[in-house]
């Protein structure tokens, strides 16, 4: 089912003629039971795809926020199981919306290929972003991945050229995520102009739909990306509301705020009607 219900979402997406909105939140963050919450509050607010993050101790492509987010969900136990099981009880009453771990390939390692893709495909993920796993040193997971139907999504940058894309594109499913600024996640703000021609070649030599994300933390800048994508991409700004309720001892705020923002989002990504 994986890639069919992402393949779903961006036909749905098309057929209203607009870009999907992708979310993110760290799975145990504040606690699992919060994000159960905030999984179907984004849902209910308009994520066409939610990323789902797997703590781990060693976060080097995450900014400060969501690196504290791992380490919140890290001293609450969150392991990998607890991931895929939370993957699991949502998946129970949204047969629709898709999944993506994003995380890092060592616990997916330790874990096992074959066990972890099992796993997963059993709970209703439907594929994985694992930022440190380059295509050259992936073709294990790969072929195990396409046992289970679960798509291999990777990550296009500005520095990508078209070789690069090639490559990066070269046993991918889903959709390719194009990281729109250097450096870490939420760090700085995109400039939507400046990648518009990488994200079309980055399409057209991948043949599968490009979303971006990095430094979009708002509508304004959300509806100026989807004017460039198929997709946009928002992962600080959803963590930095678990971030608060955190702060404030109040984690059933965490959802409500997500939701709020998730449909701030959408709502702005709705006024750019797509070709």
């Known amino acids: 089912m994986g890639r069919t219900r992402i393949e779903a979402a961006f036909a749905k997406a098309r057929g209203e003629s607009r870009a999907v909105l992708v979310t993110y939140l760290m799975a ?5 039971e919060s994000s159960y919450a905030a999984l179907c509050a984004l849902r209910d607010g308009g994520a066409d795809i939610i990323e789902l993050g797997a703590p781990f101790t060693d976060p ?4 400060a926020a969501i690196q504290k987010a791992g380490l919140r969900a890290l001293a609450n136990g969150t392991k990998l199981t607890d991931v895929i099981a ?6 129970k009453d949204d047969p629709v919306t898709p999944l993506i771990l994003m995380g890092y390939a060592n616990p997916v390692h330790s874990m096992g290929y074959e066990v972890f893709a099992e796993a997963a495909a059993g709970a209703g ?8 796993l380059p295509p050259e040193e992936d073709e294990g997971l790969r072929a195990i991945y396409a046992q289970y139907g679960l798509s291999v999504i990777r990550l296009a940058t500005p ?6 894309a090639a490559k990066v594109a070269e046993g991918a499913s889903g959709f390719i995520y194009f990281v729109a600024v250097t450096g870490v996640t939420g760090a700085g703000s995109a400039d939507p ?17 490009v979303c971006v994300g990095f430094g979009v933390k708002n509508g304004a800048q959300a509806a100026e990306m989807a004017k460039i994508a198929d997709g946009v991409v928002v992962g ?16 059933g705020a965490a959802a409500p705020a997500m939701g709020a923002l998730a449909q701030e989002l959408r709502a702005a ?4 009607r797509k070709a």
């Open 28 to 32: 145990g963050d504040p606690d699992l």
């Open 60 to 63: 080097m492509a995450d900014g």
């Open 86 to 91: 939370l993957a699991a009880r949502f998946r």
């Open 125 to 132: 993920i439907d594929g994985t972003i694992l930022v440190d």
């Open 159 to 164: 520095t990508t050229d078209r070789a690069r």
């Open 193 to 209: 102009a400046a990648i518009a021609g990488q994200v079309a070649m980055v399409k057209s030599v991948s043949g599968l739909p």
């Open 236 to 251: 600080s700004a959803f963590v930095e509301k678990a971030g608060d309720a955190h702060a404030t001892d109040r984690f």
């Open 269 to 272: 990504i709705d006024t750019v």
